[in-house]
């Protein structure tokens, strides 16, 4: 039983350049967060998405956006990147309802700006 | 002020001793609750859920105080691989979760 995989593990990209992250949720799961964790810092929310839309937004600028296709996979788009955007992107997969269990990180794709 | 909050520690624990921490809350209308340990450069994992009567789960003991607005985590016995940092996580009204920056606990020899 696969858990969460996400692509690619580590990047490194240059200001103002663009990215894209892939997240596969676990089996059986349909909704997929973004977090973004910065060093010495908590995972702070990005998005979710259910159902191919966008549930719920965290406090981050529209250069993040993101997409889920009808196999729940996910992907996260960051434009125009900043510096401060070098940071840990982690997804984790749910199953839609009150009891959040079964909610599972995968291990993050570790991104650079330079 | 945040959301979530937590001591930074890190707390150093001498192998075999306790440790406890807190996290604290803003939100009344917060849900449910639940301990995350991160290890370095992973991700978060699942340690535990909190709930209103207080659990247990081996060595480790959550409690929460809706009065007061936090929950507690404390680990007996350390043991070197409790080394980590302890992530408290929140779920708020809108099903959101919100992650605290988390506590370090180093136990040592």
């Known amino acids: 039983d696969a858990g969460v995989t996400q692509s690619p593990t580590h990047l490194i990209k240059t200001r103002g350049q663009q990215v894209t992250l892939r997240c596969s949720p676990k089996?059986?799961?349909?909704?997929v967060s973004w977090y973004q964790q910065a060093l010495g810092q908590g995972p702070q929310f990005i998005f979710q998405?259910?159902?191919?839309?966008?549930?719920q937004r965290g406090n981050f600028p529209d250069r993040f956006s993101g997409h889920q296709y009808p196999n729940y996979s996910s992907e996260l788009n960051v434009n125009a990147l900043l510096l401060g955007d070098s940071a840990l992107y982690l997804c984790?997969?749910?199953?839609?309802?009150?009891?959040?269990?079964?909610?599972?990180f995968g291990s993050g794709t570790r991104l650079t700006v330079v | 002020r945040k959301e979530v909050e937590q001591d930074p520690g890190p707390f150093n624990v001498p192998e075999g001793a306790t440790v406890a921490f807190n996290c604290t809350y803003s939100?009344?209308?917060?849900?449910?609750f639940f301990w995350y340990r991160q290890d370095c450069r992973k991700e978060p994992k699942l340690l535990m859920s909190?709930?209103?009567s207080g659990n247990e789960d081996g060595r480790f003991t959550a409690q929460l105080n809706r009065a007061s607005q936090y929950i507690s985590l404390l680990i007996r016995d350390s043991k070197l691989s409790d080394s980590a940092t302890y992530l408290c996580?929140?779920?708020?009204?809108?099903?959101?979760?919100?992650f605290g920056a988390g506590t370090q606990v180093v136990v040592t020899p």
């Open positions: 984790a997969s749910s199953l839609a309802g009150p009891s959040n269990y079964g909610y599972t």
């Open positions: 909190v709930y209103s």
């Open positions: 996580v929140v779920i708020d009204s809108w099903g959101k979760f919100q």
């Open positions: 939100n009344s209308a917060s849900q449910s």
């Open positions: 089996s059986g799961h349909d909704t």
């Open positions: 998405y259910y159902e191919e839309e966008e549930r």
